[in-house]
């Protein structure tokens, strides 16, 4: 197993992520599974395993502190997340914390993130009426938290303001990185920000929820014939093995065989060669499928509505790959009369953009993607997962 180092601790680079649990028919979380699952991750050197208040409508952090209870308390770290992101009409961090130290079987969390901090849900971890951020740091100076971290969605542009907000209570920081986000979602102006802060790396979504697990027939091709040994998601997995500011990297597994090509893939260091990294490259760039906007602003000067094009185009491609929570979460943020359906099809933009982009169309289809993509509250209602945030009984 590979591992690194975070202050006093050595950590497996592959983390036991509990988002995506196997299944059974009910749609119950298989506890049989998941416990041959966290003893097969344990054999083979993993000690990180990350749950959350919400992953599986509750049920994940009852499974992992369940699966992980037959072990000494010294031999794996656990982390969780405060959902301050879920929309609710109060917030209470001191009871959702107890509930989640019962909840896990633990006396204290070896890590811990403010969960989704983003364009808009940093107003609820900053209103001082919920004193969620400095809950927090009290928990810590207890030693009921031994490290506190976020994680985030935010654009790249908003993160450094997002840290400041928080202070020098970061100690790490979790954010949506792989070969495709490089790019795509400027996940490399993301590590920058934070390597220039001192602020080590996990990471989340490897594999871009299955989609780098699952390419298509040509770059599978390309990927088998410059690394035979290589599946596309063990080759997307070695991206993170030359990043030494990455300290944690989060796939959620959802059954065994998934297990064992981690524990393969992490088992020993192999960074990708050059050849390999402009493969990758290569890959990101044909699935883009994206308007190609250079973001020279020349379509904003006269745009009636002042909407931020190239901005709205850069989350437009992002969506056209896999409609998500990240569009929502981005989309939402802004006000109304910034969002893409408040373009009026005026044409001016389209008329002055060298790349001879069709802007308003652009605008029409994002609107409509973004109207099919559930939203959090449709979500919580679904799975009930706003109920215990608020109810306390």
Same mark, same amino acid.
């Given at each position: 197993?590979?591992?690194?180092?975070?202050?006093?601790?050595?950590?497996?680079?592959?983390?036991?992520?509990?988002?995506?649990?196997?299944?059974?028919?009910?749609?119950?979380?298989?506890?049989?599974?998941?416990?041959?699952?966290?003893?097969?991750?344990?054999?083979?050197?993993?000690?990180?395993?990350?749950?959350?208040?919400?992953?599986?409508?509750?049920?994940?952090?009852?499974?992992?502190?369940?699966?992980?209870?037959?072990?000494?308390?010294?031999?794996?770290?656990?982390?969780?997340?405060?959902?301050?992101?879920?929309?609710?009409?109060?917030?209470?961090?001191?009871?959702?914390?107890?509930?989640?130290?019962?909840?896990?079987?633990?006396?204290?969390?070896?890590?811990?993130?403010?969960?989704?901090?983003?364009?808009?849900?940093?107003?609820?971890?900053?209103?001082?009426?919920?004193?969620?951020?400095?809950?927090?740091?009290?928990?810590?100076?207890?030693?009921?938290?031994?490290?506190?971290?976020?994680?985030?969605?935010?654009?790249?542009?908003?993160?450094?303001?997002?840290?400041?907000?928080?202070?020098?209570?970061?100690?790490?920081?979790?954010?949506?990185?792989?070969?495709?986000?490089?790019?795509?979602?400027?996940?490399?102006?993301?590590?920058?920000?934070?390597?220039?802060?001192?602020?080590?790396?996990?990471?989340?979504? =490897?594999?871009?929820?299955?989609?780098? *697990?699952?390419?298509? +027939?040509? @770059?599978?091709?390309?990927? $088998?014939?410059?690394?035979? #040994?290589?599946?596309?998601?063990?080759?997307?997995?070695?991206?993170?093995?030359?990043?030494?500011?990455?300290?944690?990297?989060?796939?959620?597994?959802?059954?065994?065989?998934?297990?064992?090509?981690?524990?393969?893939?992490?088992?020993?260091?192999?960074?990708?060669?050059?050849?390999?990294?402009?493969?990758?490259?290569?890959?990101?760039?044909?699935?883009?499928?994206?308007?190609?906007?250079?973001?020279?602003?020349?379509?904003?000067?006269?745009?009636?509505?002042?909407?931020?094009?190239?901005?709205?185009?850069?989350?437009?491609?992002?969506?056209?790959?896999?409609?998500?929570?990240?569009?929502?979460?981005?989309?939402?943020?802004?006000?109304?009369?910034?969002?893409?359906?408040?373009?009026?099809?005026?044409?001016?933009?389209?008329?002055?953009? =060298?790349?001879?982009?069709?802007?308003? *169309?652009?605008?029409? +289809?994002? @609107?409509?993607?973004?109207? $099919?993509?559930?939203?959090? #509250?449709?979500?919580?209602?679904?799975?009930?997962?706003?109920?215990?945030?608020?109810?306390?009984?």
């Amino acid at each position: 197993m590979i591992y690194r180092d975070f202050k006093d601790k050595k950590i497996s680079l592959m983390g036991f992520g509990a988002m995506r649990l196997p299944l059974l028919e009910d749609g119950t979380v298989d506890k049989v599974q998941v416990q041959e699952m966290v003893d097969m991750a344990i054999e083979n050197g993993v000690n990180y395993f990350d749950t959350a208040w919400p992953y599986h409508t509750g049920q994940s952090e009852l499974v992992i502190g369940e699966a992980l209870s037959k072990y000494d308390r010294s031999s794996f770290y656990l982390a969780d997340k405060y959902p301050g992101h879920q929309i609710s009409s109060t917030y209470d961090p001191a009871y959702i914390f107890e509930k989640q130290l019962e909840k896990c079987r633990v006396e204290y969390f070896d890590f811990y993130l403010y969960h989704n901090v983003y364009e808009k849900s940093i107003s609820v971890y900053t209103d001082p009426q919920w004193d969620i951020i400095e809950y927090f740091k009290e928990q810590k100076r207890l030693g009921r938290i031994k490290h506190l971290g976020l994680s985030t969605h935010a654009q790249a542009e908003n993160l450094e303001a997002i840290l400041d907000a928080f202070g020098d209570a970061i100690e790490f920081c979790q954010i949506q990185l792989n070969y495709l986000d490089w790019s795509l979602q400027k996940a490399r102006e993301k590590c920058e920000i934070l390597s220039k802060r001192g602020i080590p790396v996990w990471v989340m979504e =490897p594999l871009r929820g299955g989609k780098l *697990a699952n390419v298509t +027939d040509e @770059a599978a091709e390309q990927m $088998k014939a410059a690394s035979p #040994e290589d599946t596309p998601a063990s080759l997307a997995l070695r991206f993170f093995h030359h990043m030494d500011n990455v300290k944690v990297v989060l796939n959620g597994v959802s059954n065994i065989q998934q297990m064992k090509e981690n524990l393969e893939t992490f088992r020993e260091e192999r960074k990708l060669s050059e050849d390999e990294k402009k493969l990758l490259t290569d890959v990101a760039e044909g699935m883009k499928d994206s308007v190609p906007c250079t973001a020279c602003r020349y379509c904003c000067g006269d745009c009636p509505r002042e909407l931020d094009i190239p901005m709205l185009l850069s989350v437009y491609n992002d969506a056209k790959i896999i409609p998500s929570f990240n569009t929502v979460m981005v989309v939402e943020a802004l006000p109304d009369d910034k969002k893409p359906a408040a373009c009026i099809a005026c044409g001016k933009c389209a008329k002055v953009c =060298p790349q001879n982009i069709d802007i308003p *169309a652009a605008m029409k +289809d994002f @609107a409509q993607i973004y109207d $099919k993509i559930p939203r959090w #509250e449709e979500i919580s209602r679904q799975r009930e997962v706003l109920q215990p945030v608020t109810d306390k009984k």
